[in-house]
């Protein structure tokens, strides 16, 4: 063989190693795009206690008041049950029942218990944990004793809204001050988010007030003159919402 006809064979082999090579690296980009997770987005807002900054949690050894099954149940139909990743309103990684993965959108880097979804059952042990710190604020915060109806209803709105913009609420101090009949009217308050009236958060409201009165008539008092009724953004909270 000639030295000609040997360069054009080298040549050959390098110029069909080089198309093969590039063949499998097409292969193997258009199988990792494949394979790519595309992650929903889902509009529901995320847990105003789960994305506070300084959230108080209780401390070690800290004994909470178990919420009771009507409790949980209200929790789980507000927040609804996604069991995959998803992104919610604001694009935050979510997952079960607005169990919280990160304040970012889901990127196929989460933690691996939950790339492949998850059950009911795991779906709800994630939820009693992430109303601890709810339950907390309440037995923090409310100073008169409460029934097992009234302590999951402020617990879920503590879960929604947050337990800073609790602290701040005039339904606080409608608790504390035991004027149960002006407690409708200010739940009733807390239907805004992103500067919009949602209807989920009103609904949200009527089932926290239900069980607030499980067992009891829900009482229809008029306001009283000079009570502020002015509807409240969940995301900014009453102080800021009215001034």
């Known amino acids: 063989m000639n030295k000609k006809w040997a360069h054009r064979l080298v040549i050959s082999f390098w110029t069909s190693a080089d198309r093969l090579l590039a063949l499998t690296v ?14 929903p987005t889902i509009d529901r807002q995320p847990s105003g206690e789960l994305i506070e900054e300084a959230r108080d949690l209780p401390p070690q050894g800290f004994q909470l008041r178990p919420l009771y099954q ?4 209200l929790t789980k139909l507000s927040e609804g049950w996604v069991p995959h990743l998803y992104n919610d309103a604001v694009k ?13 959108p889901c990127n196929a880097n989460e933690p691996p218990e939950f790339r492949n979804g998850i059950t009911k059952p795991q779906g709800e042990k994630l939820l009693i944990g992430d ?9 923090s915060d409310v100073k008169v004793p409460l029934t097992d109806g009234q302590f999951a209803a402020l617990a879920d709105f503590v879960f929604n809204v947050g337990s800073r913009n609790f602290q701040d609420s005039t339904l606080l101090k409608m ?8 407690v409708p009217n200010q739940f009733r308050r807390w239907v805004k988010a992103g500067g919009k009236q949602l209807t989920a958060l009103e609904r949200r409201r009527e089932r926290e007030i239900e069980i607030f009165f499980d067992g009891i008539p829900i009482p229809k008092a008029a306001p009283v003159p000079g009570e502020e009724l ?4 969940i995301r900014k909270g009453e102080q800021e919402t009215i001034h």
């Open 175 to 182: 608790v504390n001050s035991t004027e149960f009949d002006r």
């Open 131 to 139: 109303l601890g710190s709810s339950e907390y604020a309440v037995m």
């Open 26 to 39: 097409s292969l193997q980009v258009a199988l990792l795009s494949a394979q790519t997770t595309e992650f």
């Open 70 to 73: 009507k409790g949980i149940a």
């Open 92 to 104: 935050y990684c979510t997952i079960g029942y607005g169990h919280l993965i990160q304040k970012s």
């Open 230 to 233: 002015s509807p409240v953004d």
